[in-house]
Each structure stands twice: as structure tokens, then as C-alpha cells.
């Protein structure tokens, strides 16, 4: 399977605990997003990676909030300190760049269940 | 004002009719744009994307831009019970970050 991949699929987890997440990019794609999706809304855009760098994220992205991307390959996003306002999908997409298409294709998701 | 918003919705449509669903945006300088359809449970698949004034066609969906009003619809023809998903509407506003609108549930009656 060449599209981009999560892990896990769904996570479950109390109030105050810490999660990960993986993102696994199309392989030729250098650049990753994250975005939060909640029910009933469009994914909202959380951060960006361009290669290693992240280049941009959203004043959404509390200080609980981490992403990390090292050598440009898969990224991680870390919640620490779960809130149940966190409980949501969590979508990574990917681009191979360019100014004017910026195409971005979406792995499956990790949904998000804070209790 | 959100930055794209799209018709309310649900939208119902009996099979092998047309589908039409709209979207409006905010940035004037938008470069391109984006509808994804997402199936229930699902993430976002992209079906189509265009950058130029004017229809583009790709198999029974026509997606059509007017940046003069800031208007980008989708048209579905001869729908089926599979285009039974939430359509989204998603706006290129730089160079990296997509927004996208609430998006428009589209349920098609066999």
C-alpha cells in the first residue's frame, strides 16, 4: 500500500494521560500536515512539515501539542495532559509540493477518545 | 465571516439525478481548490481539484470556479447510492495550509 498510514486506528485513553501518533507519508511526498477533525466540521489545520522543518502551526496547537518529523520521514504528534475537548480524529496528509496544486492526500485517521 | 462555507445540506437526490453542491470563500487570493468526499467513518478522499476560471470535468463530477464571485461548485451527474457521503469543500489560501468548509451531506434515494 503506497498511501499514507496511521497508527494506531483508534486510541483510548483517560484525562490527564499522554498519547502519540504516527504519521507514515507517501513515500516521495515531502510535505506533512496535521489536521483536527471534530463531528459535524471540516478538518482544521493543525501544523506542517516541510522535509524536517516545521514551518507553520495553528494557535490551535496548545503547548500540549508536539509534532516532530525527524529526517523528513514519518512525523509524530504527542498530546500530553489529555483533555476531553482533545477527543477527536487526528488526520495526516501528504504532499509532494508546488506552488500552485498542493494536492493532499489523507491517511485513514486516528480517532481519538478521551475519557 | 468563516473562510468557506458550503451549503448547509443534508441534500437528497433520487438516483441518476444531479447533484449540485456550493461553496463560497473568503481570500480573494486563493490560488486553488479542492472538493474531497468522505464517507462516514472515513477520512477525506480527494476526487477533484481545480486552479483555472471555468469547468473542469472528470467523469460524472464537473467542478466549476468563479473567482470573481468567489464561488466554486460541484456537480454530480447520474448519482448513485455510492456518492451517499459529506462532500468538502477545501480552499488553497497559501502555500501549504487548506481550509475547508463544514462540508454538505449528500444522501442519494435508490
Known amino acids: 500500500d503506497t498511501g499514507v498510514s496511521q497508527n494506531p486506528r483508534h486510541k483510548i485513553t483517560k484525562r490527564g494521560q499522554n498519547v502519540t501518533f504516527r504519521c507514515d507519508p507517501i513515500s516521495e511526498h515531502n510535505r506533512l500536515y496535521w489536521y483536527r477533525q471534530t463531528l459535524g466540521q471540516g478538518p482544521e489545520f493543525l501544523t506542517y512539515?516541510?522535509?524536517?522543518?516545521?514551518?507553520?502551526k495553528s494557535r490551535l496547537l496548545s503547548d500540549r501539542f508536539s509534532a516532530e518529523r525527524p529526517k523528513g520521514s514519518f512525523s509524530t504528534l504527542e498530546i500530553q495532559r489529555t483533555e476531553q475537548g482533545d477527543s477527536a480524529m487526528y488526520l495526516c496528509?501528504?504532499?509532494?509540493?508546488?506552488?500552485?496544486?498542493?494536492?493532499?492526500?489523507f491517511g485513514p485517521g486516528t480517532r481519538l477518545t478521551v475519557l | 465571516q468563516k473562510e468557506v462555507e458550503q451549503n448547509s445540506g443534508p441534500l437528497s437526490v433520487p438516483e441518476g439525478a444531479i447533484a449540485s453542491l456550493n461553496c463560497t470563500y473568503s481570500?480573494?487570493?486563493?490560488?486553488?481548490f479542492f472538493w474531497y468526499r468522505q464517507y462516514s467513518g472515513k477520512s477525506p478522499e480527494l476526487i477533484m481539484f481545480?486552479?483555472?476560471?471555468g469547468d473542469k470535468e472528470d467523469g460524472r463530477f464537473t467542478a466549476q470556479l468563479n473567482k470573481a464571485s468567489q464561488y466554486v461548485s460541484l456537480l454530480i451527474r447520474d448519482s448513485q447510492p455510492s456518492d451517499s457521503a459529506t462532500y468538502l469543500c477545501?480552499?488553497?489560501?497559501?502555500?501549504?495550509?487548506?481550509?475547508f468548509g463544514a462540508g454538505t451531506t449528500v444522501t442519494v434515494r435508490a
Open positions: 496528509a501528504s504532499s509532494p509540493g508546488g506552488l500552485l496544486f498542493n494536492e493532499q492526500f
Open positions: 477545501a480552499v488553497n489560501m497559501n502555500d501549504y495550509k487548506l481550509s
Open positions: 481545480i486552479y483555472s476560471n
Open positions: 512539515f516541510q522535509n524536517e522543518a516545521q514551518l507553520e
Open positions: 481570500d480573494r487570493g486563493s490560488q486553488s
